[in-house]
């Protein structure tokens, strides 16, 4: 039975992708990087992006084409692809994104994760799409991509650095400040589960582990330059597209808030943004915290906008949300860098610290050891509930007291965590991992889905909590995730945030417009998310036609994004063996329910859950018993290759 696309209010036909013969936008090229070896070659794009595009679309298919089943994430076969949107490097609004996949060091599923900055522009202006990174170094190395051409470096003088350390020693040796870097820190190094790639000091790809993965591979950084062009196919329409979408930004009224940092313009300590996300509290055992203590942290006097020194912003951004903070006094004095973000506000939530500088101070730390904050913070989190209440003892921790509420000790628990110090050790395989060799008990405290730490909350937002469960990369809300319909998602699907109803066709309109804003690489805060929320698919495609110079539908587009996320779905499938049951919140959010607050006994109903699932699974053609795929679903979406793995593993339906 045929299902129906939502796009613009309006359900449509199915139709299958077909593919595309693009004139511009793309440098051309994939670099392939055999580090076992040191051997490195390169092929055309086009085959790729005739079929998927670019960008994180074109990632999904090469991971699911070229990966055993068999394949471990720490053998040399893994591979590690990074791969820029296909309108990166053009004067599209905010496109900057790269995206980087593998197999996830949690779960053997996918493994995504996205950043942007400057370093996607710079690797198209080096000529390269995509760079695919497979094998094992004997040594720790760096690869040195420049103006067509790429050669591996010994890291000797970098390995053991932090990020930031790895920046000035990288420049300095190729005599260049302005090479753009993405690399790990020590947590990649020591092959933390939660270790992340960090691009400019303060991009984080962050999830999945693709930082553990690198330094698996003893890759510590690639660093870019290039003094190329992109061109684009029809450079008049293009520009007219552009100016387009830079005026509905201008336009946008949340513009002007945003400008002034993620901070201000969304999580004032008087905004209803708080009652909402919350309900994480000390690893989410309080549902909702005090007035006093969100001013502490994000009030304009003394909390963290009173650190900022100005707003920075990514490769052709015109609005702009980073801010770059420096702290002058007080046990942190000197610590300075860019980034803090929303998410960082809720990581001092979860641990029940309202202190401004030390939160500033756990931002910054994550960038420089090269640790993703959301999976970090909570298995960190869950470290101190289970220190409270006996589990974990000052013996285990090497006589830290680890106490809600201590900046200091939530600081020196991430030292410990990237360098695999005491605890450290034990916290760096994850949480689920870490739980299991504990034992008494502690799973309990757990908020893991499909192995992988979250740092979210799935009781009061439905939408959220749906996105999050039914994420191909494990609990990431950047992946179908909605909140209200004024912030994030499809404005057009009426639907109460707290609310089961409608959510399922929100998260799928959600779904597909995010891997729209992946494979064209446009940041999606100026499009369907929290941000100035101006850009929409119609946008997208208007953009990608006359830069790529295709003809393609707004809803051949969302098709497009439809049949990449069932890419991922396969390699889950096949992989990790993920099934309905995985797509199911934790424990704690079901048993559970908030403990004050607006939104007190709220929880996931299971029951409720399981109708939101069939409905999902319905609008994806899956099959609603088991969730896995079908035979006609994938033909609709032209993926009979992808069937027919399944159908080989004995995992179609």
């Given at each position: ?109 996918k493994g995504s994760a996205n950043f942007g900055g400057s370093f996607g522009p710079e690797l198209k202006y080096a000529g390269f799409d995509h760079v695919i990174v497979t094998g094992k ?59 992340c790639v960090i691009g400019g000091r303060f991009k984080a790809a962050g999830g999945c582990g693709v930082g553990c993965v690198m330094g698996d591979k003893r890759l510590k950084a690639i ?236 009781r009061i937002q439905k939408g959220w909590g749906l996105g999050l469960s039914t994420s191909p990369c494990g609990p990431r809300h950047l992946r179908g995730a909605v909140s209200s319909p ?168």
């Amino acid at each position: 039975m045929r299902k129906t696309l939502w796009i613009s209010g309006h359900p449509i036909g199915a139709s299958q992708v077909r593919s595309f013969s693009v004139k511009g936008g793309s440098a051309g090229k994939i670099l392939r990087v055999d580090l076992s070896d040191g051997r490195i070659w390169i092929e055309d794009t086009a085959p790729y992006a005739a079929r998927f595009i670019g960008g994180r679309a074109v990632n999904s298919h090469l991971l699911l084409t070229e990966t055993s089943p068999a394949t471990s994430w720490s053998d040399p076969e893994n591979p590690l692809i990074f791969g820029t949107g296909c309108l990166v490097g053009t004067l599209a609004p905010a496109a900057n994104r790269v995206s980087i996949d593998t197999k996830n060091p949690y779960s053997g599923g996918k493994g995504s994760a996205n950043f942007g900055g400057s370093f996607g522009p710079e690797l198209k202006y080096a000529g390269f799409d995509h760079v695919i990174v497979t094998g094992k170094s004997p040594k720790p190395v760096y690869l040195w991509i420049h103006d067509g051409t790429a050669e591996l470096r010994s890291a000797a003088g970098s390995w053991g650095k932090t990020t930031y350390e790895t920046e000035e020693i990288l420049q300095r040796e190729l005599e260049d400040d302005r090479v753009e870097i993405a690399g790990i820190g020590p947590a990649g190094e020591n092959l933390v589960k939660s270790a992340c790639v960090i691009g400019g000091r303060f991009k984080a790809a962050g999830g999945c582990g693709v930082g553990c993965v690198m330094g698996d591979k003893r890759l510590k950084a690639i660093v870019v330059r290039g003094r190329g062009a992109v061109a684009v196919a029809d450079g008049p329409g293009f520009m007219a597209a552009v100016d387009r979408c830079r005026a509905k930004i201008e336009a946008s009224p949340l513009t002007p808030r945003w400008r002034k940092g993620c901070i201000e313009a969304y999580c004032p300590p008087d905004s209803p943004f708080w009652d909402l996300n919350t309900d994480r509290v000390r690893n989410g055992q309080i549902g909702n915290w005090p007035l006093e203590r969100r001013v502490n942290l994000v009030g304009l006097e003394a909390g963290v906008p009173s650190y900022k020194k100005r707003i920075t912003g990514c490769f052709a951004c015109p609005a702009a949300c980073n801010q770059y903070s420096e702290i002058g006094d007080g046990p942190y004095r000197g610590t300075r860098g860019i980034g803090y973000w929303i998410g960082s506000a809720m990581y001092s939530c979860r641990f029940d610290v309202d202190d401004a500088a030390a939160s500033i101070k756990f931002h910054l730390l994550c960038n420089e050891l090269g640790l993703d904050g959301d999976a970090c913070s909570t298995v960190l989190s869950w470290a101190l509930e289970c220190f409270d209440k006996g589990i974990i003892t000052k013996e285990d921790t090497g006589g830290l007291d680890l106490r809600w509420g201590d900046g200091e000790a939530m600081n020196l628990m991430v030292e410990a965590l990237a360098y695999r110090k005491g605890i450290g050790d034990l916290l760096a395989e994850g949480g689920k991992e870490a739980a299991r060799r504990l034992g008494r008990g502690s799973d309990g405290f757990l908020t893991a889905m499909k192995g992988q730490d979250t740092v979210d909350a799935f009781r009061i937002q439905k939408g959220w909590g749906l996105g999050l469960s039914t994420s191909p990369c494990g609990p990431r809300h950047l992946r179908g995730a909605v909140s209200s319909p004024a912030l994030c998602g499809p404005r057009h699907i009426p639907r109460e945030t707290t609310g089961y109803e409608n959510q399922p066709e929100a998260v799928f309109w959600q779904v597909c417009a995010k891997e729209i804003e992946d494979i064209i690489g446009v940041c999606n805060y100026m499009g369907t998310y929290f941000g100035v929320r101006a850009l929409e698919p119609a946008d997208y495609t208007e953009l990608t036609c006359a830069a790529l110079g295709i003809d393609i539908s707004e809803e051949e587009f969302m098709r497009v994004g439809q049949a990449a996320y069932n890419l991922e779905k396969a390699f889950n499938t096949i992989h990790a063996g993920f099934e309905r049951q995985d797509d199911y919140p934790p424990r704690r959010y079901v048993e559970e329910p908030v403990d004050r607050g607006p939104f007190a006994g709220a929880k996931c109903d299971g029951d409720e859950w399981g109708q939101m699932l069939d409905r999902f699974y319905e609008l994806n053609d899956w099959d609603v018993a088991t969730g896995r795929q079908t035979r006609s679903g994938l033909y609709d979406l032209g993926l009979e290759d992808v069937a027919a793995r399944l159908d080989e593993a004995g995992l179609l339906l």
